[in-house]
């Protein structure tokens, strides 16, 4: 793929619109995996090391098995872990369908108004936010001392892990929002759902999500991204949470929509 078409393509991935998942790496993969291995796949091919890996496409038309064998040659040249899937082959259903809501700050949105692309809550405005432009971000965001560090799970029993996973979630939607990504956030329930996954196999969940952060960067310095973003087509408020006192989170099918207070 020459240069030109490798950066259409991206483009055209980081302003969320559909498109074919062949040979796509760096940001456009990382922002389009869904699991563990798929991680671990976007993680191979930005090392160099998937030549002999099948598309995105192909590779996730495979069970997790097949996956991890495929991914086991690249990932021991390059020195990455990879754990072999529990013998069900996937992630426990009963933990994760269907996923908590995020703990919200408020607890209620009823005094809310959606408009498209803009909340109104008790006089507050909030506004639909998509990707900025690097000249848009403070330019020390993309630099290496910036990381995704989230907090470790030292907690017993549901209701600890859910506020756990809702702390976390604040914490990945800031730090998305500082690079410039906040029109290619996880929904709370893909969050959710590769926690389990990565957990199940026992997989460093705090590591991984600190390694794809680091490649989200990466990339973003040397990629440029569309600021467009409009609101979906029967988004409501209840597919919202107020997640900070300035953020509202909306999860509408695979695609995550936040709004920001404004100044």
Do not use: W
């Amino acid at each position: 793929m020459d240069g030109l078409r490798f950066l259409r393509t991206a483009l055209l991935l980081l302003a969320g619109l559909p498109m074919a998942l062949s040979a796509v790496a760096g940001p456009t993969c990382f922002l389009l995996a869904e699991n563990y291995y798929e991680q671990l796949y976007c993680e191979v091919k930005a090392k160099g090391e998937g030549g002999s890996l099948p598309s995105l496409r192909d590779f996730r038309n495979n069970n997790q098995m097949t996956q991890a064998l495929l991914l086991k040659r690249p990932t021991g040249r390059l020195g990455i872990a990879l754990a072999m899937p529990n013998m069900s082959g996937g992630v426990s259903q009963a933990k994760v369908s269907p996923p908590e809501r995020p703990a919200a700050v408020v607890p209620s949105m009823s005094d809310c108004r959606l408009a498209g692309a803009t909340i109104q809550c008790d006089g507050n405005r909030f506004q639909l936010t998509g990707n900025l432009s690097n000249r848009h971000i403070n330019e020390a965001s993309l630099e290496a001392g910036n990381q995704l560090l989230l907090p470790r799970y030292n907690g017993a029993g549901n209701a600890d892990l859910q506020r756990y996973l809702a702390e976390a979630y604040r914490l990945y939607l800031r730090k998305m929002l500082e690079i410039g990504l906040g029109g290619s956030t996880m929904t709370y329930a893909k969050f959710h759902y590769l926690y389990f996954d990565l957990t199940d196999k026992g997989a460093d969940f705090v590591a991984r999500s600190k390694t794809v952060f680091d490649y989200l960067k990466a990339d973003k310095k040397r990629l440029a991204v569309s600021e467009a973003v409009s609101p979906a087509a029967g988004l409501t408020l209840s597919d919202c949470d107020r997640v900070a006192e300035h953020l509202i989170a909306c999860g509408h099918g695979n695609k995550n929509y936040l709004y920001l207070a404004s100044q």
